[in-house]
Nanobody, 119 residues
Framework: QVQLVESGGGLVQPGGSLRLSCAVS????????MSWHRQAPGKQRELVAG???????RYVDSVKGRCTISRDGAKNTVYLEMNSLKPDDTAVYYCNARRTVRAGMYDYWGQGTQVTVSS
């Protein structure tokens, strides 16, 4: 069973920055597509940013230019650097690891880390 452990959330003022980390317990981290999602109170979970096993990235329009997703294969960790944070960024942020094989798909989630943007 693959485990994902997020860290780095917290309370930050508008305009501030945070770096979220997600450590993945697997020996084949490089085969997983990784992504960050978030869920605000009363809203559906949404994709924030993703990075494939090959390093291609994508972002939801609302965070483009403010967030950067990256991965470190030596540390089995994916990061989400968030800058110019807004109150609308307040949510629980979840890390996801996904690997598709011929027989199906492996899909794992972390427990989430709270990000609160408030003055």
């Amino acid at each position: 069973q693959v485990q994902l452990v997020e860290s780095g959330g917290g309370l930050v003022q508008p305009g501030g920055s945070l770096r979220l980390s997600c450590a993945v317990s697997t020996t084949i981290f490089g085969f997983y597509d990784m992504s960050w999602h978030r869920q605000a109170p009363g809203k559906q979970r949404e994709l924030v940013a993703g990075i494939t096993s090959g390093g291609s990235t994508r972002y939801v329009d609302s965070v483009k230019g403010r967030c950067t997703i990256s991965r470190d294969g030596a540390k089995n960790t994916v990061y989400l650097e968030m800058n110019s944070l807004k109150p609308d960024d307040t949510a629980v942020y979840y890390c996801n690891a996904r690997r598709t094989v011929r027989a199906g798909m492996y899909d794992y989630w972390g427990q989430g880390t709270q990000v609160t943007v408030s003055s």
